[in-house]
């Protein structure tokens, strides 16, 4: 198992991402009382009507496994759900062949995207696997897709909720297929225990694909979350497999 990016804000920069930084979003604070370890941490304004962007980090050519370790923390004026973490799956070739393809159909040869969201239904609602992968469902028009929190292969153990004033650690391990089996798997753990699965399906059909980029993204939907509101962050691990623990 390799350490492929760790970022617990202590340099008081976000100079480590090369993609997505806002200042109107996204900031390093200092108080070592409210960090999770450390004295900083990374706090992310949603604006009303939008989101908190996102912050992407990339490790070309790629890997066949990844897991990404960090810590959320929703305050307790919280309202609706986000997308929390994502590793995506670009060409080896194309750094951004996976980025800002929502209702996009995977080809199998074009891209991927594994995330762990939280559902509108509640402040945040339950936490989810959300995938875009080849065999997806498509909508009523046949060619838009958006992404699934399964299928019907899942499988998801209460509770689900990350509550609101404290800090939650989230882990989530993906490991790709072998092009032409269906025997890829994602899975995540809230607070040290696993919560969601899901096995015996296909990210790609072939090897131009690997996951190589880890993405903070704080988006609410199209239509955006209802007022301003903060969301916080700290003590980010890319490593290549699961800590033995």
């Given at each position: ?12 920069t ?17 108080d ?22 996102w ?14 370790s ?122 040290g ?53």
């Amino acid at each position: 198992m390799d350490t492929l990016f760790a970022e617990d804000f202590e340099s008081g920069t976000l100079a480590a991402w090369p993609d997505g930084v806002d200042p109107r979003r996204q900031r390093v604070v200092t108080d070592p009382g409210f960090a999770q370890s450390g004295s900083r941490y990374l706090e992310v304004t949603y604006l009303a009507g939008g989101d908190g962007g996102w912050l992407t980090r990339f490790f070309m050519p790629g890997y066949d496994s990844l897991y990404v370790s960090y810590y959320v923390r929703f305050p307790a004026t919280w309202q609706g759900g986000t997308k929390l973490i994502a590793l995506y799956g670009s060409r080896t070739d194309n750094q951004w062949s996976a980025l800002g393809k929502a209702g996009t159909c995977p080809s199998g040869t074009d891209f991927f995207a594994a995330m762990i969201v939280t559902e509108a239904g509640g402040n945040p609602g339950p936490t989810r696997l959300y995938a875009y992968y080849p065999a997806m469902a498509r909508e009523p028009d046949g060619v838009t897709c958006w992404g699934r929190y399964g299928d019907g292969r899942e499988s998801y153990v209460p509770p689900l909720i990350l509550t609101a004033g404290v800090w939650h650690h989230v882990e989530f391990w993906v490991k790709l297929n072998t092009p032409g089996q269906s025997n890829a798997s994602q899975l995540f753990w809230l607070d040290g225990e696993l919560r969601g699965s899901w096995s015996g399906f296909a990210f790609r059909s072939s090897n131009v694909l690997r996951l190589n980029a880890v993405q903070l993204t704080f988006n609410r939907g199209l239509r955006g979350g209802p007022t301003t509101q903060q969301l916080y962050v700290d003590h980010l691990v890319v490593t290549t497999g699961r800590p033995k623990t």
